[in-house]
């Protein structure tokens, strides 16, 4: 029987524990805002932003998509009205994303059925722990403060 490295386990048990959080959370976000993790994902993103919107490419870079990947995240959101597209007056190879009155009041109600599902799971957590644990996993996915 060959033994596991401490950092293969830290690995196995984060990949486990994102994949019972999401579907916790796909499952309760859609069903009660008809949004998925990933939908979330973006609305809080952009919500954090100064002005409420990102460069493409930094939201991209933020959710751990591509170029694509984003653009195909974002269509949908756009056709409901939830996030808008603005070009750079300057650079029009530059495009934003952008939250909208909706996606900023949606994102609200969200966010509050989010928080009682991430308190839920952390409840036996300390708050030092959950400190700990928010810093080492900022570090593992390379966040710092320009891209929190």
Do not use: W
Not at 128 to 146: C, K, R, T, W, Y
Request: glycine share 8%.
């Amino acid at each position: 029987m060959s033994t596991t490295s401490t950092s293969l386990e830290l690995c196995l048990r984060l990949t486990r524990a994102y994949a019972v959080l999401t579907r916790r959370l796909d499952s309760k976000l859609s069903s009660v805002h008809g949004l998925s993790f990933s939908d979330f994902m973006v609305l809080h993103s952009l919500s954090r932003a100064e002005g409420s919107r990102l460069r493409r490419i930094d939201l991209a870079e933020r959710m751990g998509l591509t170029a694509s990947g984003v653009t195909r995240t974002l269509l949908p959101l756009e056709k409901i009205g939830l996030v808008g597209r603005e070009s750079d007056p300057r650079d029009a190879r530059v495009g934003y994303a952008t939250l909208t009155p909706a996606g900023e009041e949606l994102h609200g109600y969200a966010l509050a059925s989010a928080e009682v599902i991430c308190q839920d799971a952390t409840q036996a957590v300390s708050g030092e722990q959950l400190a700990a644990v928010v810093e080492l996993l900022g570090g593992l996915a390379g966040i710092n403060a320009a891209n929190a």
